[in-house]
């Protein structure tokens, strides 16, 4: 893995000096159960031929439930079926609320279900759905809710959900950063009528591809059981259109081993993201998610804010010179959702949606992984303080 030069470099490496790491450092890296630890069940999943619906399904899905405290856990292929099978199986229709400062699955499954996305604005500070903006958005023609639990943040769930009970709605949320995060100090995912995580190698809980469904509803968590089968268990007779959305026992299997590494993936996080907050706090205009008392972020991305009046340059102008010094980043949601071919003509009114537009602007999401080694760290603000230093320079290198 590579690590930061020792000696300090007197430029960013845009303007010519030596880059702060040799090699890349990516903007996430998979942790992992060893394949010593994987090897035996995998012998004896290929000696039993079981590849599907076998014990590692089962064990997995137990224990899930168990960790996040909720009746029903259901494991499909991706974080996007458990969000169509969500969406179809607590029967949304017609208008759904949901946030445009998100993943686009969040909204590709509400179209796969006919429904016609209603988009509204995040709070600036959490950076999750504003449940006021929510309330002003109802008409007669809402059935549900879709709420982001963003970069690993809970969203104020109690506020959101007093608002869908007050009109009768469903709520969902998009937990595909949701694993290791704490809602009011309980593991996110019994809250809602259901939550729906992913497991792809980005997250924290990792099982190469697939997702869950969380839910304390017995129909729900029947509907998603025939509806990953193509909707036709346990004959072979069509009960609605499903999908084949099952989960493999190979990775059902990754994934039961790595939840004994969450909770220690999780709290490395929080080290190191205080780690980042100590290396930059001299630094002008750099802003991070605010997280609620009684909550903890999985913090599956670590996301600044940055203001270009104060730090000297924009947020893209920082990525791009970042790169330079090999330090991978992304800039989240660009563009969001309602900007988005697919999805302009469900766009809202100019202004709207400005907190979103702002964050679009200023948000930036630096490398973090579960086993980071704090030298890399250092480096990566090293970099953001060289940049800043020489941010005139950096600008009309930039623009050159």
Known sequence: MSQPTSA????PAILGGAPLFPELVPIVRPALPSFAELAPDFEDMFQTRMLTRGKYLRAFEEAVAKHVGCKHA??????SSALMLSYQGLGLKG????????????????????CRPVFVDV??????IDPDAVEAAITPETTGIVAVHNFGNPVDCDRLEAVARRHNLKVVYDAAHGFGALYQGKPVGGQGDAQCFSLSPTKLLIAGEGGIVTTNHDDLAEHVRVGREYGMVPVYDTRFPGLNARMSEMHALVGLRSLGLLEEGVQRRQELVALFKRELAALPGIGYQTILPGD?????????????????????QLAKALKHDNVDNRQYWV?????????????????????????????LSLPIWSRMDDEIVVGICRAIQQIHEHAAAVRRALAE
């Open 335 to 363: 563009p969001p959702v309602h900007q988005q071919s697919a999805y302009k003509r469900f766009a809202p009114s100019a202004e709207t949606l400005h907190n979103t537009d702002w964050l679009a602007d200023v948000s």
């Open 95 to 114: 208008d759904v609320i949901v946030p445009s400062f998100t993943f686009m699955a969040t909204v590709n499954a509400l179209i796969w279900n006919n």
């Open 296 to 316: 903890r972020c999985s913090y599956k991305d670590f996301s600044i804010t940055v203001n270009a009046e104060e730090f000297g340059l924009t947020a893209p």
């Open 8 to 11: 300090p470099a007197t430029l």
């Open 74 to 79: 259901l494991a499909v292929s991706s974080g």
């Open 123 to 128: 709070l600036p500070d959490t950076q999750c």
